[in-house]
C-alpha cells in the first residue's frame, strides 16, 4: 500500500481558489487510479475526480469546468486545483489510491468556502 497526506485546505471566500496537494510516500506511477473524494457533514463521501495511470480524468457533474485533478509521477503528487468554489464545495478533501488490489486512503484536509 502508500502513505498518503494531503495539504492545502483552508478557508476561502466564494468565488476563490484553492490547490490541494496529496503526496504519496512511493511512486505512483504503476497505481491504477489516484483520486479526490469529499464528505460533508451529515453526507456520504463521494468521488470529486479521479485520473488513472493512463491519463484519463473523470470528475463529478457539480465540479466540471471548475476543478482540475493532475498527476505528477516525478514528484509522487497528486493535485486538485479547485476554482471558482462555493459553498456547498465545503467539505474535507480526502486523496485515494486505488491500485486495483488495495486501497489507500490519506487524513483528509479540510475546505470551508464562505458565501
Known amino acids: 500500500q502508500v502513505h498518503l497526506v494531503e495539504s492545502g485546505g483552508g478557508l476561502v471566500q466564494a468565488g476563490g481558489s484553492l490547490r490541494l496537494s496529496c503526496l504519496a510516500s512511493?511512486?505512483?506511477?504503476?497505481?491504477?487510479?489516484m483520486g479526490w473524494y469529499r464528505q460533508a457533514p451529515g453526507k456520504q463521501r463521494e468521488l470529486v475526480a479521479a485520473?488513472?495511470?493512463?491519463?484519463?480524468?473523470t470528475y463529478t457533474n457539480s465540479v466540471k469546468g471548475r476543478f482540475t485533478i493532475s498527476r505528477d509521477n516525478a514528484k509522487n503528487t497528486v493535485y486538485l486545483q479547485m476554482d471558482s468554489l462555493k459553498p456547498e464545495d465545503t467539505a474535507v478533501y480526502y486523496c485515494?489510491?486505488?491500485?486495483?488490489?488495495?486501497?489507500?486512503w490519506g487524513q483528509g484536509t479540510q475546505v470551508t468556502v464562505s458565501s
Open positions: 485520473t488513472t495511470s493512463g491519463g484519463s480524468t
Open positions: 512511493r511512486s505512483i506511477a504503476s497505481i491504477n487510479a
Open positions: 485515494n489510491a486505488d491500485s486495483g488490489l488495495w486501497v489507500s
